[in-house]
């Protein structure tokens, strides 16, 4: 039963890996740079979720309201000032350049989150914090499985917004086939700008989902990026829904290997299906091949 | 509508087009044919935005440079490309291709009646415009990369190797497609491995080798001139 309740923890988890790596894995399909700034990102959108509950004691759910639209903005920004660089090199300079903006960028917003609200942990504790589903042996915190759902509607509302809306299809047209896009007529540069603030605002929501349901604090960032990085390399790019499915696996993987081999453990896990996944099935388990 | 002059483009050092000069009228089919490596591709390449030449204009309706023109909008200007290999979005449907083919605002005011025009020129389309463009074969695949093109309301239309790895019969139905699509008012520019049929379809063609022009002519006296027959048309390409 102990065994039961991990698999759940891990479950609930996972649903923030997969929300995580969404938005790393539009910007790496897009754009094909590896925002290594990600986590970062996901750490800032904690604590502005963080500042709203501190200052004007906003429920974190309500923050996402204004968070999101906040990651957008700050997405576009970001693009304009320094990503939109990265993509005018060709594709194979693209991905180097890329690391040196997005490890620039990590450390900067590190330096600053240290500075705005030193590196201590924080955590919104909401006056339901406590709740907890009791169902049979297993109890399941409340909050994070309305954090768990929050994440799958995202998600899915990612999906259609990539399945229906104009821009959206032009995206994937981007990410499957960038001149070809252009020959049809789409301004490639708009659907890059609009992937890479379509993933940061999923950074943000991430972010503050785990500042209520765990914690945060400035050295989160790195591990996110991990995190993230491991999901996609499992999803293989092109499919959200499939990015939060292997995000829900690497999750439960954590949490069976923590409760098999003891804590520590839960790290090594995830690095061990990056490997092993690339040997086998470097497409990833969703991913399209060519 | 399309005049090409003194166009130079180099990969590195390595010069692909020196001083290609060409044109299509209104309304006319024209063909550039050419052995493998004579720069025909760098010179749709050139026209759509995708490849920067080192010197040369494109004029476009008598006025406008189009190498002053950003690639995502050489389209919205009537002039679509059907690129080498379909280069189709593999992963959506037949219906999402098509309207993506519309994307530039000018086309998207006439998106219905153009879907109504590919399907009444590619049937097949029609019925699998749900299928994923993957599942398709070669010839369907060409068929959704024509109507993708069309879809923008083009003036002109650019098409690099349509026949290429496609079954005889659905090279037919293309060609056949390609002579309604003329018909229409929309001029072609054609350029064709398959020299036979690139002949017997175009009113004027253009000789490219080595990225130079090195003969032009109408269609049917190319069919008749020696080197054309000798370099292009010889026995084992009878067949063709």
Known sequence: ?290 | MLEIRGLEAAYGDVPALSGVTLRVGAGEIVALLGPNGAGKSTLLGCVAGLVRPRAGAITWDGGENLLTVAPHLIVERGLAVVPEGRRLFGSMTVADNLDLGAFSPRARAARRESLERVFTLFPDLRARRRQTVRALSGGQQQMVAVGRALMASPRLLMLDEPSLGIAPLLVRAILDALVEINRAGVAIFLVEQNVRAALTLAHRAYILEGGRVVGEGAGAALLRDPHVRRAYLGPLAAGA
């Open chain 1, 1 to 290: 039963m102990v065994l039961a309740q991990q698999i759940v923890l891990g479950l609930l988890l996972g649903g923030l890996y997969g929300l995580a790596a969404a938005g790393l894995s539009l910007v790496f399909g897009v754009l094909k740079v590896l925002n290594v700034a990600h986590g970062e990102l996901i750490m800032l959108g904690g604590y502005g979720a963080y500042w709203l509950f501190a200052l004007a004691g906003f429920d974190p759910f309500v923050s996402l309201l204004l968070v999101i639209p906040g990651s957008l903005l700050l997405g576009a920004a970001l693009y304009l000032i320094l990503f939109g660089f990265v993509v005018r090199a060709h594709e194979e300079t693209r991905i180097k350049n890329s690391l040196l903006v997005g490890f620039g960028l990590a450390l900067a917003l590190h330096a600053l989150a240290v500075r705005l609200w030193t590196a201590d942990d924080r955590s919104i504790s909401t006056g339901y914090g406590g709740a907890v589903l009791t169902v049979g042996p297993i109890s399941i915190p409340v909050i994070r499985l309305a954090s768990l759902l929050v994440a799958f509607a995202l998600i899915g509302g990612l999906h259609l917004l990539l399945a229906r809306w104009r821009w959206g299809k032009a995206i994937r047209a981007t990410a499957e086939d960038w001149q070809a896009a252009l020959l049809t007529g789409i301004d490639i540069r708009r659907a890059y700008l609009l992937a890479f603030a379509l993933g940061t605002a999923l950074a943000g929501a991430a972010g503050t989902l785990v500042s209520v349901g765990y914690s945060i604090s400035p050295s989160i960032g790195l591990e996110w990026t991990l995190k993230a990085l491991i999901v996609v390399v499992l999803a293989g790019l092109g499919s959200m829904l499939g990015t939060f499915v292997a995000g829900l696996f690497v999750g439960v993987a954590e949490a069976l290997s923590a409760a098999a081999f003891g804590g520590p453990y839960r790290e090594v896990v995830g690095l061990v299906i990056f490997l092993v996944v690339l040997v086998i099935r470097p497409q990833g388990l969703f991913g399209r091949t060519r």
